[in-house]
């Protein structure tokens, strides 16, 4: 059996030119949205995901722009900018690109980013709205997962669902969108006993460990649906996944690539937080 793959960057671009429309429309209403990234320190990786990012809403009509610090600023610094672009009307999304340095409370920036325009969806009023089923804004790695099982026609329905991983950016999210609609979740972590035992009952099977093809076929069941939602970058450059594609494509009936899966699907779910955003901020002014 041979998977069928499900191809994230082509739904990235179809999702990407819808939103178009509902861009123009709110521009032409005076709502033109836009998004702020402060970008803390120069990690290359960073950089480069905070350029997509811009880029991103750029090529659709939206605002966007960067705003950088030098790794040692001050926190209080950061701060102080993020309470300005909460009283900005013109910026519907703030996202501090993390990880930020050492001597930042992460926590505490994520809190300070006003809970209307937390696109990343990191913010605790968010959390909780998604942990009691009812979410304003869905982090956006997981967001873009939904969309991929909604576009795949991926019935979730008393599924049993595995998610490697537990990080509140990616796993923990994922597992509660897997319980919304209706799972039956599985959690896995580093100190999980016997991993294998519970991947391969998983009809549908969603890695975020952070390791290179850490999940291999004979850890799945086949037929299941597999979302690799690592990037991981091997000593060769070259980008790869936490599946091992070669031997899961082998066993699961759907599989996501890297690159060209989850990845695109990220930035253009931060796309979408921002354009509802803006949405909510217009019809709260009509
Ligand atoms: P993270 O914070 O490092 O979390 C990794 C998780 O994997 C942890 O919960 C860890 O368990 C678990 N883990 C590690 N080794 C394990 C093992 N042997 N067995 C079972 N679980 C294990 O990473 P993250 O931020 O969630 O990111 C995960 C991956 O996704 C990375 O490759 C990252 O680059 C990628 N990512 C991609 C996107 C995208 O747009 N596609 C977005 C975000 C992240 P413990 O909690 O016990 O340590």
Do not use: W
């Not at 960057?9 to 030119?17: N, T």
């Not at 001050?74 to 340095?101: F, R, S």
């Not at 969309?147 to 329905?157: A, P, Q």
């Not at 099977?205 to 979302?227: E, N, Q, S, W, Y």
């Amino acid at each position: 059996m041979t998977a069928q793959i499900i191809d994230g960057k082509a739904l990235a671009e179809e999702l990407r030119q819808g939103f178009k429309a509902r861009v123009e429309a709110l521009t032409a209403k005076g709502h033109k949205p836009g998004l702020v990234v402060i970008l803390v320190g120069a990690d290359p990786a960073s950089e480069v995901y905070v350029r997509n990012k811009v880029n991103g809403c750029l090529a659709i009509g939206m605002h966007s722009e960067k705003i950088t610090y030098d790794a040692a600023v001050n926190p209080e610094i950061v701060l102080k900018k993020i309470a300005e672009l909460n009283a900005d009307p013109n910026i519907h999304g703030i996202l501090v690109q993390l990880p930020l340095p050492r001597h930042f409370d992460e926590e505490a920036v994520l809190e300070a980013i006003a809970a209307e325009k937390d696109v990343d969806g990191f913010h605790a009023e968010n959390v909780g709205a998604l942990a009691q089923g009812n979410p304003r804004f869905i982090p956006c790695t997981p967001y873009g997962v939904m969309k991929m099982f909604e576009k795949g026609n991926v019935d979730l329905t008393g599924k049993e669902a595995v998610v490697i991983g537990r990080s509140n950016i990616v796993g923990k999210p994922m597992a509660l969108l897997l319980i919304n609609a209706g799972a039956t979740v599985t959690v896995c972590n580093s100190r999980t006993k016997d991993l294998k035992f519970h991947t391969r009952r998983a009809d549908i099977l969603v890695a975020a460990v952070g390791k290179p093809k850490f999940v291999t076929g004979d850890m799945v069941k086949p037929g299941a649906v597999v979302i690799d939602v690592g990037i991981n970058r091997l000593p060769d450059g070259k980008l790869c996944g936490d599946v091992d594609f070669a031997s899961c494509l082998e066993v699961a009936g759907q599989i996501t690539p890297v690159p060209g899966g989850v990845g695109p699907m990220t930035i253009t779910m931060l796309l979408a937080n921002t354009i509802e955003a803006a949405e909510r901020k217009a019809a709260l002014a009509d």
